[in-house]
């Protein structure tokens, strides 16, 4: 069965920290997605990555860095955590043009 | 820039009632691919259309594409408290490996028991 894991289905930090957000996948696939989503505002892709060590920027970059060492994982990094990032963190990864497969998401509130 | 817009964003009705939801942009796409999501979960895939003016049955299903891929819609026929999810469309170019999506903001579907 195909699996997108990420690392914490709910987590809270406190404004200023440093915050990882981590994300795996088992089919072996080139494109890793993430995404937050907001009521009302749909999916906004934040950062997405065609190869190892290969990012490019989605519509919402700013406060976020990701990181991609591995094929398999997909990292989201919050600098300095500020109260606007609180949101519902999706991971997706896809095959070229083709379906993208979700992780569960991780709810994250920064207080 | 939102590429898609989904329309109606909410929709309430009871067990047994017909519906349909649109997905419209002013690009054309070369793919265009339905979602469903539940609360608490991921988006899951339910259909792929590639070529203008296909439609596509998935049981109680019907998807259009429209014939300028610009646009598309999602029939529901007699819907069911199943049936109750978050759903988008999204938007997609074959002819890049990158394999970026632009998403509509959702219709969110309740069906009544």
């Known amino acids: 069965d195909v699996k997108v894991t990420q690392s914490s289905r709910y987590l809270v930090k406190r404004t200023g920290e440093k915050v990882f957000l981590e994300c795996v996948q088992d089919m072996d696939h080139e494109n890793m997605f993430w995404y937050r989503q907001d009521p009302g505002l749909g999916l906004r892709l934040i950062y997405f990555?065609?190869?190892?060590?290969?990012?490019e920027k989605g519509d919402i970059p700013e406060g976020y860095s990701v990181s991609r060492e591995k094929k398999e994982r997909f990292s989201l990094i919050l600098e300095s955590a500020s109260t606007n990032q609180t949101s519902m963190y999706l991971c997706?990864?896809?095959?070229?043009?083709?379906?993208?497969?979700f992780g569960p998401g991780t709810r994250l509130t920064v207080l | 820039t939102q590429l898609l817009e989904q329309s109606p964003q909410f929709l309430s009705i009871q067990e047994g009632e017909n519906l349909t939801v649109y997905c419209n942009s002013s690009s054309v796409f070369s793919s265009l691919q339905w979602y469903r999501q539940e609360p608490g979960e991921g988006p899951v895939l339910l259909v792929t259309v590639v070529t203008g003016g296909e439609v596509k049955k998935l049981k109680r299903l019907t998807f259009q594409f429209g014939d300028a891929r610009k646009d598309s819609s999602l029939h529901i026929t007699a819907a069911q408290p199943g049936d109750t999810g978050l759903y988008l469309c999204a938007g997609g170019d074959r002819g890049s490996t990158l394999g970026r999506l632009y998403f509509g903001r959702g219709t969110q579907l309740t069906v009544w028991p």
């Open positions: 997706a990864s896809s095959f070229q043009w083709n379906e993208q497969f």
């Open positions: 990555s065609y190869d190892v060590k290969m990012k």
